[in-house]
């Protein structure tokens, strides 16, 4: 069955829980199963999400029309350079993009139409963490701050980073839930040709997304239905690119 059949094969009156992985701008691939699952009258009863996941189940658990989610992602600046500290623990400070929520995201997990679980990853304890209470823009920015290029956000005296560290689909919050879960995941594994591998750090760098595909193979097959979006033509921090990836996985759903 395709993707569209397993959908439409769902009982609307029972509903889902639905996971999102990250993966930066690639997350405006989401949007389309959004639609579509609104156009099936399927009733989102949770969200999990790490890094674009998370946001864009904040946005949407904030009232956002799937076409608003879009547009947050082909308008709202990924990198301010006004905003550079290269010499930090970031190149980027990720507290100064709270101020892209305002107005777009309810500022309370409390305040949100649909349950969601951010999946952040506690950098000194090596520990992912769901939350899924009290204040949210904080545990938003942690979960979509990227190593490296944004700063870890501090969140009860710990550093916090980008959920895809250590859980890149975070089904866990759902482990013990009977209801329909429902994935989508934004990186598809790819074989590369051996010229891929000619040098010391290329191969360094296919080791490390090889071990990130062999953890998240395993977990891509407990969801009822899991997506995996090949998007690895795409870039993820491109903005250009959102636009394309967003009707590329639309047309899983024609």
């Given at each position: 069955m395709t993707i569209k059949e397993q959908i439409d094969a769902l009982d609307p009156e029972k509903g889902i829980n639905l996971v999102l992985?990250?993966?930066?701008?690639?997350?405006?691939?989401?949007v389309p199963l959004l639609e579509y699952l609104e156009k099936k009258n399927i009733e989102i009863k949770a969200i999990s999400g790490t890094s674009a996941g998370a946001l864009v189940g904040a946005l949407y658990a904030s009232g956002n029309s799937p076409k608003e989610i879009l547009k947050f992602f082909l308008e709202t600046p990924l990198f301010k350079y006004a905003w550079l500290s290269p010499f930090s623990n970031g190149?980027?400070?990720?507290?100064?993009?709270?101020?892209?929520?305002?107005?777009?995201i309810r500022p309370t997990f409390e305040e949100l139409d649909i349950p969601l679980f951010v999946c952040a990853t506690n950098m000194q304890k090596s520990k992912s963490f769901?939350?899924?209470e009290g204040e949210l823009y904080h545990k938003l920015l942690a979960s979509c701050a990227v190593p490296g290029i944004f700063r870890p956000v501090e969140l009860d005296g710990?550093?916090?980073?980008?959920?895809?560290?250590l859980d890149n689909f975070p089904i866990q919050p759902f482990?013990?839930?009977?209801?329909?879960?429902?994935?989508?995941?934004?990186r598809a594994p790819i074989s590369i040709s051996r010229k891929d591998l000619s040098s010391t750090r290329k191969v360094i760098k296919r080791s490390i997304i090889l071990q990130r595909q062999e953890i998240e193979r395993?977990?891509?097959?407990?969801?009822?239905?899991?997506i995996v979006h090949n998007l690895n033509s795409f870039s993820a921090f491109k903005k250009k690119?959102?636009?394309?990836?967003?009707?590329?996985?639309?047309?899983?759903?024609?």
């Open positions: 992985g990250g993966g930066a701008l690639k997350g405006a691939a989401h190149m980027f400070n990720s507290m100064k993009y709270e101020k892209f929520f305002t107005g777009k769901y939350f899924s710990d550093l916090y980073s980008d959920g895809a560290v482990a013990d839930d009977s209801t329909t879960m429902v994935g989508s995941f934004l395993e977990k891509l097959l407990k969801p009822d239905i899991s690119d959102a636009q394309l990836m967003y009707e590329f996985s639309s047309e899983l759903f024609a």
